[in-house]
Each structure stands twice: as structure tokens, then as C-alpha cells.
């Protein structure tokens, strides 16, 4: 995955995760057993229940080998329905225990729905960087993971403004939402001196 290309910004900050954090002790474990993908217990943020999904060798499916790959995912025991979507930025940390900071990776604004129910980054941090005690992710074989997740919740409301040719006034229209249906209110504001008289006019059919 290119980074730039999709948007993904790199932050060290120092306040943890506000929504989960999970540690894993014996790290090294996981590989000598052959277990390819770590799965978190489900948690909820934003009225909806999520899990982390963790690759500690990479997700070679998503050219992902020699790095630590991590999502987030829909947890299978609230999936979406069909036509329903969950828009959010999500931000994955790893801690840095000896600098007492972590390192954070941040993507655009992702759009969760059935065909697409988890989003990650394949090539979190190559694993000669995480495996390398100096850098302080990897320390004692103990690491410590987090996640924030932003839910974009659409409020339902907007406006059309539309001038009116060769008269003194213009026409504003408040769109409010409701269920899957758009309705505009139409109001005209003639314009008489320095003042603005407003007065409702009609609601329009629903749109959308």
C-alpha cells in the first residue's frame, strides 16, 4: 500500500487511545505457533461493535510480508445490513515504551458497509523496526496496541441558496433528512432597503 496515495498520515503523541488498547505478552509465540492472525475481543465505539484484527508475520495477501499488518473490522456479531453504512477515520497506535509515546497511523475518512466491513493498513511497520528493542515497541517480548475510531454521523440537515433573476430576493432551501428521504423547505426572502423579509412558502416533494 502506498501511504501517500491513500492518504495516511504518521503522528507520535503521547495521550493513549481513547477507545481500546490491547497488549500481548510473549509476542514471539504467536509465530512459533503458527498463528498467522490475532483477533481482539469485540468492542464498541460509535453505537457499533468492532474488532482489531492483527498480522504478526504481515497479510502476504495484501503485500503485506516482512511488516506488522493491522484492521479493524465489523465484529461478525452485529454486521451491517444491506444498504446500511458506517462512515469513520480510524487511527491505530503501537506504543513506544521507552520514550513513553506512541506511534500513530491515520487514513482518509473510510466507508464500512456489508461489501466492505474492515479497513487496515497491510504495511503497518516493517517487522525489523517492531522486532528491534532499541525502538522500544518490542520490549521483554510485550507490545502494546490501540485503536481510535471517529464515527461520522450525518445530522440531517443543509441548504440550497438560489438567487432569483431580475427580482430583489432569493430563495433559500433547508434540506432535512429522514430515514433514506431528503425534504426541502422552500422559503423566499425579498430584500426591501437594507432589511430581509423571510416568510415559508411551500414544502417540495421528498427527493433522494
Known amino acids: 500500500m502506498d501511504e501517500e496515495a491513500y492518504g495516511i498520515t504518521t503522528e507520535i503523541r503521547e495521550v493513549p487511545p481513547a477507545q481500546y488498547v490491547f497488549k500481548i505478552e510473549s509476542f514471539s509465540l504467536l509465530s512459533k505457533n503458527n498463528i498467522d492472525v490475532y483477533e481482539t475481543n469485540e468492542f464498541e465505539a460509535g453505537d457499533q461493535k468492532w474488532r482489531l484484527i492483527l498480522y504478526p ?4 495477501s495484501r503485500n503485506g510480508g516482512d511488516h506488522l499488518s493491522i484492521y479493524l ?7 451491517l445490513k444491506v444498504g446500511s453504512e458506517i462512515n469513520a477515520t480510524v487511527r491505530f497506535f503501537v506504543l513506544d515504551r521507552i520514550r513513553d509515546q506512541y506511534l500513530t497511523k491515520q487514513g482518509r475518512a473510510t466507508r464500512f458497509h456489508v461489501m466492505q466491513s474492515q479497513w487496515g493498513i497491510p504495511r503497518f511497520m516493517p517487522l525489523a523496526t517492531f522486532t ?3 525502538n ?10 490501540g485503536v ?12 440550497c441558496f438560489t438567487p432569483i433573476e431580475g427580482r430583489c430576493g432569493y430563495i433559500r432551501g433547508v434540506i432535512r433528512q429522514r430515514g433514506t428521504k431528503a425534504f426541502q423547505y422552500i422559503f423566499v426572502w425579498p430584500i426591501q432597503g437594507n432589511s430581509i423579509l423571510g416568510r415559508k412558502l411551500t414544502q417540495a416533494s421528498p427527493f433522494g
Do not use: H, Q
Open 57 to 60: 508475520k504481515g497479510d502476504k
Open 73 to 79: 473490522a465489523i465484529s461478525k456479531s452485529t454486521p
Open 132 to 134: 528491534d528493542p532499541s
Open 136 to 145: 522500544g515497541y518490542l520490549i521483554d517480548d510485550t507490545c502494546v496496541f
Open 148 to 159: 481510535e475510531i471517529v464515527v461520522i454521523k450525518n445530522s440531517g440537515l443543509g441548504e
